[in-house]
């Protein structure tokens, strides 16, 4: 069985931060590469972060960029997505997803649909 677990959403002031966890289990616990999506209401998934297990590269989208850090602890089998200055705009649910053998090229780790297993999100409001 196959399962990613996120936690640390939470409401927080515009400027502040949060801490996302996605701990991986079963067939997902030893991924080619994770990332990190999020989907607020009326938008479609957009793409945050990702990182490889092996090497540990990794992606951000535009929007995030220097805000945004992502980083795995492969022994936890664990990816963390620290999120620092929050912008009202960030306000969406997140999802972390796996990517597993065969593994994906780099590019494709920003296309939600070309990975194989998804968690149940967790929210993230940004709002004074």
């Known amino acids: 069985q196959a399962q990613l677990v996120e936690s640390g959403g939470g409401l927080v002031q515009p400027g502040g931060s949060l801490r996302l966890s996605c701990a991986a289990s079963g067939r997902t616990s030893s991924p080619c590469g994770m990332g990190w999506f999020r989907q607020s209401p009326g938008k479609e998934r957009e793409f945050v972060a990702a990182i490889r297990r092996s090497g540990g590269t990794t992606i951000y989208a535009d929007a995030v960029k220097g805000r945004f850090t992502i980083s795995r602890d492969n022994a936890k089998n664990t990816v963390y997505l620290q999120m620092n200055s929050l912008k009202s705009e960030d306000t969406a649910r997140y999802y972390c997803?796996?990517?597993?053998?065969?593994?994906?090229?780099?590019?494709?780790?920003?296309?939600?649909?070309?990975?194989?297993?998804w968690g149940q999100g967790t929210q993230v409001t940004v709002s004074s």
């Open positions: 997803a796996a990517d597993t053998p065969p593994c994906l090229i780099l590019s494709q780790l920003r296309v939600g649909d070309d990975y194989d297993y």
